[in-house]
């Protein structure tokens, strides 16, 4: 028999969202298939890669491994909730400026990673960017235009206080 | 006359990417993020054994599984295909034999991926098992006493041969004997696979009358399925097929699916979505593609598979391990007299792209240095492991290698520099090489100055302390090839484009945008010729059903192919333009400037009016604007001997790197601190995308020195042809805190045939990583790396014999 | 994608209800904390439970605090949360710097540092999907009868992979477990056994809720290091921990411990230190003799797929390369 389907309630980018999946479900599955929310990437199946890295009360996490019951009621942030109606985050504005999406695909999960690293310091050493994407692994760009629209984009984020 | 950069108003500045934003706001869309109506999750069995026989295959317990709503064998799909039309050896699923754990033996398409899954332990498979064949040594060895990887082709043959070639230029006996100084060296070049993060997906939608747009309305599933697979679905003489798929090859695939399905090619369709990284590893069809198909036309829904990383892992077609043996001989001036090779490819047991590597691993050396003559001898043999395939750099990055750490022991020996030893063997520009391969703009000596400049090489080199050193190494790779895979004197990519009264651009491209930027070069190309905004260009892509044939992302050919059929559609219709203006103005056209979203006379710029004006005179004069154009190589420039075409190309790209190492001899780890990639593009078009290329090639080279490498168990180790460890944990790639500071350095020769004078840069940075690094480490330590990867323990080893024997130090000046 | 198989998450507020939930689905559930390294291992088939009980929303088992001359860490506090406690770096700065260097950031913001003290042992023969291990025939630690890194053993050899273990250990830390007998205290010395399936004294429905680590010692000084290939992301190929209390005159060896892990399936405590550095001085000697010593009693096995007779090598180099961070 197919598991039941549970009822979960996330707040995803600002929105109150009830989804009903199987308790098996990872929160990753929850937000691809069952709230269509694509941005977060599937890489390597089990936390190895970053790609689906999303912010779960402000921190990164791994949302492939994550029980989707572990995620009710928490706050959650995906790519596509980093920028507002009024335009992209600096971040992603930045990664496109400096070519530092080439397939695109660990993307979303760099960017909430870096997200995170500008939320807690808004002047990052270059170490310090490495160190905070550590966890995501690209396989395009060779990490400079990483780093260079990371650090673009918070000398944006000094500017704009 | 070659224009200069302040000529362009776009070409050769900085730009954003068409995409660039759609993907950092996450919402580009990818395989695995398309759903469809209906649609189901299939999964594919696999083999468990290197090598067996398919004895019986029970499907009647998985079908009877509620949720389930079809199910594939071999026996569904029993055409071989491959990418080379010489060589097709696979079957989507295997017929009556499995040649490495991994094979994919049947498919179930179910309500999702759970029930799919549960299903695939309801087939039944009974294999008889067969001795395998491990390694290169023991296929060789092979006298068909058991059964080779594939049947021999006649009596007598070693059926574990894919492809043996054999060729000779000059005198290369003869003048080996008479070089003054000959080094003789044995390297090995561990596999390696390409690892994109996105897994292969496909979806296919089989739409039984051919004619309704989507999946939609009443689904029609086959009700006639037995379960003894001898029903192929519904009759095929009717109908369409779609298929979505993460490849670097529509084409190809097209192609590839109307035969084996056997599917009139007018009624297949293939899309490519966006492509989260393929480096080579999407370069041909893979099983998922065909099953995807199959099992929609025998259900009537929309099915999707998407790979798990393990199945990444299996579908391989990577990097070969290369066993190879060099001689090179040259005088006492450093000149190069000789060079002989003998190159052994571990292929894996598919031929995949093998005819070719096969001859990639000897004709693609021939330059930057002249050499008066050089022969190689190299054999492609199967073996039960995943096949092996072309990853960026296809087969001449492992003689790349070996070659450029001849070089240094050959610089060492004659007391040169080992730039200056490249710098005297330059072959030049406008000339041929050795195997009568037309080489025309060569930036490499210019490479070579940049990296030797920037990276403080007469400081550096033997004059760091011990434990540091640097290298240097150079290389030259293919625009594309001048022969397509197939035999066809069709052009090999075009676009179609028009402009109409709205002022904006609309461009059909067939080329495959895998990250490379290729549907924003055509999109540069658009606004440079028309002079509209970037904005007001839009690029229509990846649909084999409304964009001209463009035939892939392979072998570096898609800027400089497709740039020039774009370049060709737009300056017709930019002639257009130019002409209905300069009649209203009443002036020639050629005064009729395009540009900055304005037409503009050029003795007055003061007169102007609107592109969009300008499309309106246009589409007065002319009605509806549209223009197509296309690029076929050149035919004529290649050696006359059978193989000569193979590593033909319009252009070659030039490249130098030098990498700074620190070694620390306790523990072997290699710390690269820099490494400096000088590159010949012909043309920049975006540098920030060319530096792009040349940073994530040389990312890739560094990471295959230094880590990666995709090897198996063998029968001491649990099981012979099991993968060592198929995932991101165990295949370590490298993090942002491993990879070493990337510097890159624009070298612009111009090509006179390339779009805008631009040639490839996505593959070529990648070959003189390795063997940089192979020279800075002997330049730190004194020990020689002549085997991938110079992972902490493999170093650790040669730094413990270079120790027992004396020679752990500094190399003499 | 590999999936989870099904199971029911439950997520209880209080110890007591947590510790009843494992008595009530006995036999059928397991614990998780972080679950970033239980839910990859779910996804393999190598544990397949009916039930789980989440301990990360249980405020029993977080908060860093000083107590009674002891520094309490909640086992539920994650590895990112220890590393930039300031009590933590202040007090035992080695334990700060192993939780720091556990896998990558994402891993560590999840990942629990009562999880780590209970870590599943690792095997290239184990972790692996369910159909790899197949084509394998199975292992003794999990469906299967043979082991193929001893071929003969009917011992399971999977190693030890945690980092913060060796680290406690030499800082006389004390895991404080409740179950359904009670809660009792075991030392992180005593808490592992040299067996690759079960490698703790962690009693089914037992719970690890806190570690405790005494501050008396204010002269002690210790150090951590770890060898790995990629600078993030991987789990150790070897970890050694050392500690040093010293004598007044801030010179003198008064005791000194040192632990290696990522070797066998426990971490090993090393022996005959005592008599080679108490009563000295930590010098260049006595440091290259202590190295000697570790690397004479540790064999690696090939039970991570890293060259053995390198592991073996790093020993004694990254030994001296702990104690060289004391001495600095």
């Known amino acids: ?161 | 006359m070659a224009k200069s950069q302040s000529d362009f108003h776009f070409i050769g500045k900085p730009q954003r990417k068409i995409e660039g934003l759609e993907k950092s706001s996450g919402r580009a869309l990818y395989a695995d993020d398309i759903r469809l109506p209906g649609m189901l999750h299939g999964k594919i069995l696999r083999s468990p054994y290197p090598h067996a026989r398919i004895v019986s295959i029970d499907t009647s317990a998985a079908e009877a599984l509620e949720g389930v709503h079809g199910v594939v064998t071999g026996r569904d799909m029993p055409t071989t295909y491959g990418i080379i039309p010489w060589t097709p050896d696979e079957y989507p699923l295997a017929l009556d034999r499995v040649r490495y754990v991994g094979d994919g033996v049947a498919a179930v398409a179910a309500v999702d991926e759970d029930t799919a899954i549960r299903a695939l332990d309801l087939i039944r498979v009974e294999y008889e098992e067969l001795p395998a064949f491990p390694d290169p040594v023991s296929a060789l060895r092979a006298d068909g006493s058991t059964p080779y990887v594939h049947d021999a082709e006649k009596e007598g043959r070693n059926g574990n041969v894919t492809k043996h070639v054999h060729m000779e230029f000059g005198d290369v006996d003869g003048l080996m004997e008479t070089s003054e100084v000959v080094v003789e060296g044995e390297y090995f070049f561990e596999g390696t696979t390409h690892t994109p993060i996105e897994p292969h997906c496909a979806i296919g939608l089989w739409q039984p009358d051919g004619s309704r747009r989507d999946g939609l309305g009443e689904p029609t599933r086959d009700e006639r399925g037995d379960g003894t697979g001898a029903d192929s679905g519904p009759r095929t003489g009717s109908g369409k097929l779609t298929v979505w798929s993460a490849t670097q090859v529509p084409h190809y695939l097209h192609r590839e699916l109307a035969r084996v399905l056997d599917v009139d090619p007018a009624r297949v369709r293939v899309i490519q979505p966006l492509v989260g990284g393929a480096f080579g590893g999407k370069s041909e069809p893979f099983d998922l593609e065909f099953c995807v198909a199959k099992l929609a036309m025998k259900t009537g829904r929309p099915v999707k598979i998407l790979y798990t990383r393990e199945e990444v892992f299996y579908a391989h077609r990577g990097r070969h391990p290369f066993h190879m043996r060099y001689r090179t001989g040259c005088d006492t001036g450093g000149r190069l007299k000789s060079v002989d090779a003998e190159i052994v490819l571990d292929g894996g047991a598919y031929a995949s792209f093998g005819l070719v590597t096969t001859y990639y691993s000897g004709q693609l050396l021939c330059a930057p240095y002249a050499m008066p003559a050089y022969r190689f001898d190299s054999t492609r043999v199967y073996t039960n492991k995943p096949a092996c395939g072309p990853k960026r750099g296809h087969g001449s990055v492992q003689p790349r290698f070996a070659f450029e750490v001849q070089m240094d022991k050959l610089a060492e020996r004659v007391g040169l520099d080992p730039v200056d030893m490249r710098r005297i063997n330059f072959i030049g520009e406008n000339t041929r090489t050795v195997n009568e391969l037309r080489i025309t703009s060569n930036g490499f000596l210019e490479c070579l100055d940049a990296v030797e400049r920037a990276s403080g090489w007469r400081d550096k080199f033997r004059k760091l302390p011990f434990g540091r050193g640097v290298g240097v190494a150079g290389s030259t790779y293919i625009s594309g090839t001048n022969y397509p895979i197939y035999p066809n004197r069709m052009p090999q990519s075009a676009v179609q484009m028009q402009i109409d009264r709205s002022g904006r651009v609309a461009v059909f491209s067939g080329a495959s945008e895998i990250g490379q930027g290729c549907d924003s070069v055509v999109a540069y190309v658009a606004a440079e010729e028309l002079g509209v905004p970037l904005e007001h260009v839009r690029v229509y892509r990846g649909d084999t059903d409304f964009t001209p044939v463009d035939l892939g992302a392979y072998s570096s050919r898609v800027t400089f192919m497709l740039g020039n059929a774009a370049i060709q559609a737009a300056r017709k219709l930019r002639q257009m333009v130019q002409q209905a203006v300069a009649e209203e103005w009443d002036v020639k056209p050629g005064e009729v400037l395009l540009a900055g979203g304005r037409a503009m006379w050029a003795p007055d710029t003061e007169r102007q009016m609107s592109t969009r004006e300008a499309f309106n005179l246009a589409e007065a004069k002319f009605g509806t604007l549209g223009a197509r154009g296309w690029y076929d190589t050149p035919k004529d420039v290649h050696g006359d001997y059978r193989g000569g075409t193979i590593g033909a190309s319009p252009a070659y790209s030039f490249t130098a790197h030098v990498a700074e190492v620190e070694v620390d001899v306790e523990t072997g780890f290699v710390d690269v601190k820099k490494i400096w990639v000088a590159h010949d593009c012909g043309r920049a078009l975006n540098p920030v995308l060319v530096e792009g290329q040349m940073e994530g090639s040389a990312y890739m080279g560094f990471a295959e020195a230094l880590m990666e490498e995709q090897v198996f168990k063998d029968t001491d180790h649990g099981r012979a042809g099991l993968h060592d460890g198929p995932s991101l944990l165990d295949y370590r790639i490298p993090t942002s805190m491993d990879t070493p500071e990337l510097e890159s350095l624009i070298i612009e020769s111009i090509d006179p045939e390339g779009p805008y004078g631009a040639k490839e840069a996505g593959e070529g940075p990648l070959h003189p990583s390795i063997p940089a690094i192979a020279n800075a480490i002997y330049d730190a330590v004194g020990v020689r790396m002549d085997r991938l990867p110079f992972s902490p323990p493999a170093v650790w080893r040669e730094i413990q014999a270079a120790r027992g024997a004396g020679t752990l130090r500094k190399p003499p000046c | 994608m590999l999936r989870l198989p099904p199971f029911s998450y439950h997520r209880p507020a209080t110890l007591d209800e947590a510790v009843s939930l494992l008595g009530e689905h006995a036999g059928d559930v397991l614990p998780v904390a972080g679950g970033t390294d239980l839910i990859p291992n779910m996804k393999h088939r190598l544990f397949e439970p009916g039930h789980l009980v989440a301990l990360r929303g249980i405020a029993e088992l977080s908060g860093i605090r000083r107590e009674n001359g002891c520094l309490r860490i909640g086992a539920a506090e994650t590895l990112a949360s220890v590393a930039r406690d300031a009590d933590v770096k202040k007090h035992v700065p080695s334990l700060a710097d192993a939780a720091a260097h556990v896998a990558g950031p994402q891993i560590r913001n999840a990942a629990t540092l009562g999880g780590n003290l209970c870590l599943e042992t690792r095997c290239t023969y184990y972790n692996q999907t369910a159909f790899w291990r197949g084509a394998l025939g199975y292992c003794l630690k999990k469906d299967g009868t043979v082991c193929h890194v001893t071929k003969v053993g009917k011992k399971c050899v999977a190693a030890h992979s945690a980092d913060t273990p060796p680290v406690l250990m030499t800082l006389d830390a004390v895991a404080v477990l409740e179950g359904p007998r009670g809660r009792r205290e075991i030392p992180v010395r005593d808490f592992f056994v040299a067996d690759g399936i079960a490698n703790t004294r962690r009693e089914t429905g037992e719970i690890v809720i806190e570690v405790r680590i005494p501050l008396e010692s204010s002269s002690r000084r210790a150090a951590y290091a770890k060898l790995r290939q990629r600078n993030a992301i991987d789990f150790p190929l070897l970890t050694v921990a050392v500690s040093v209390d010293l004598e007044d005159d801030g010179s003198t060896v008064r005791s000194i411990t040192g632990v290696v892990t990522a070797l066998g399936s426990r971490p090993r405590e090393l022996s005959g230190w005592g008599e080679v550095a108490e009563g000295h001085a930590l010098d260049e000697d006595v440091v290259w003799e202590l190295a000697e010593r570790a690397y004479k009693q540790c064999h690696p096995l090939e039970n991570i797929i890293v060259d053995p007779d390198w592991r073996r090598a790093m020993v004694p180099v990254y030994v001296r390369r702990a104690l060289e961070k004391l001495r600095a």
């Not at chain 1, 197919?2 to 600002?14: C, D, F, H, K, R």
């Not at chain 1, 335009?87 to 990664?95: A, S, T, V, Y």
């Not at chain 1, 760099?110 to 905070?132: G, K």
């Open chain 1, 1 to 161: 028999m197919p598991p039941a389907t549970e009822i979960v309630t996330l707040m995803v980018n600002g929105d109150r969202r009830e989804v009903g999946v199987p308790g098996h479900y990872t929160l990753l599955e929850a937000l691809r298939y069952g709230l269509g929310l694509t941005g977060s990437k599937q890489g390597c199946d089990k936390g190895d890669c970053g790609a689906c890295t999303v912010l779960m009360d402000g921190e990164p996490t791994l949302s492939c491994i994550t029980p989707i019951r572990e995620a009710d009621g928490r706050r959650i942030v995906t790519v596509e909730g980093l920028g507002t109606a009024r335009g992209p985050h600096p971040l992603q504005d930045e990664f496109d400026l400096h070519g530092a999406a080439q397939c695109g695909f660990c993307t979303p999960g760099i960017l909430c990673s870096a997200a995170a690293l500008l939320a807690r310091s808004t002047n990052p050493s270059r170490e310090e960017i490495r160190e905070a994407l550590s966890g995501n692994l690209c396989r395009c760009t060779g990490y400079t235009k990483i780093y260079e629209a990371v650090e673009a984009a918070a000398a944006r984020m000094r500017d704009n206080g």
